[in-house]
């Protein structure tokens, strides 16, 4: 029987498996920067960061370590929302407190070190974020393991830190409302059919046909991302084609990588309910 770190290890695998998810690397689709192989690889680093969080270490320890793990195959960032995504959950299900009401325990509990071990994340991969507002510019994650001082100055813990952002980042809005979404895409996993790559484009695309991606609104812009959204509400209603629209999307350089982050977590929670793979 898998742990809990395996199947954090699993669902991110099986995220970059699923296919067709428009716009994302897949087994049938590498993006210019970006390869299949690479995060596979990526995956695989992670795996003792992940075995951190199952062990109970600190949330924000295990993620650091997980995201440096990812970070040693070519392709640089492969996974980093992904992670952020799957290892409170890690966390959670190791002690037996996987449900909304237990994430949301584990990441309350992170303290002032889980946000600079957070920071010092960011020193291994390049990550796309939006500028910080003018008063929260110590604080710019792009400063990495530069910015614990000010961490530390405002006493903020890993959960202030995502609550400053969930209004402008989809992670970090599952981090302040208990995972919903992840838990919700479980479920339709859980109640699908067919092998399991079908089953995670499919969640993919209801996730992705039920709220705009911030990471394309970071990257592309909010209209991009609403257009985006109605797209794959279209795919959802037979009205068009997946294929067509995860070739269209690589081909613009539109990532909805934030609805991969959380197609990962719910594939997570999938697989320790009982998903057979």
């Given at each position: ?10 669902a ?107 920071y ?86 209801r ?35 997946a ?7 690589v081909?613009?350089g ?10 990962a ?13």
């Open positions: 029987m898998r742990d809990a770190a395996a199947n954090g290890q699993l991110l695998l099986l995220e970059v498996t699923g296919t067709p998810k428009p716009g994302n690397v897949d087994r049938h689709r590498d993006h210019e920067d970006l390869r299949f192989e690479q995060f596979v690889a990526g995956a695989v680093g992670a795996r003792p960061g992940l075995e951190l969080a199952a062990d109970g270490a600190r949330v924000g320890r295990a993620f650091e370590r997980a995201v440096a793990g990812m970070s040693e195959q070519s392709g640089g960032n492969t996974q980093f929302g992904a992670l952020l995504t799957v290892t409170p959950l890690v966390a959670a299900a190791a002690a037996d407190r996987l449900s909304p009401s237990g994430a949301a325990a584990v990441v309350e509990a992170t303290s002032v070190e889980d946000a600079c071990d957070f010092r994340a960011f020193d291994h991969v390049d990550v796309a974020v939006d500028d910080p507002p003018p008063e929260l510019d110590d604080l710019d994650v792009r400063r990495g393991g530069d910015a614990t001082a000010a961490i530390r100055d405002r006493e903020a813990t890993l959960y202030d830190v995502m609550r400053l952002s969930a209004d402008v980042d989809g992670v970090a809005a599952e981090w302040t409302d208990g995972f919903a979404r992840s838990f919700e895409a479980a479920g339709w996993l859980l109640a699908d059919d067919g092998p399991v790559y079908r089953r995670t484009s499919r969640a993919f695309l996730l992705l046909a039920a709220e705009i991606d911030t990471f394309v609104v970071t990257r592309n812009g909010r209209a991009v991302a609403e257009e985006v959204r109605r797209r794959a509400r279209a795919v959802c209603d037979g009205e068009a084609d294929e067509a629209l995860a070739a269209e999307l081909d613009r539109v990532n909805p990588g934030t609805t991969a982050d959380l197609t977590a719910a594939l997570f929670v999938a697989l320790e309910r009982g998903l057979t793979v």
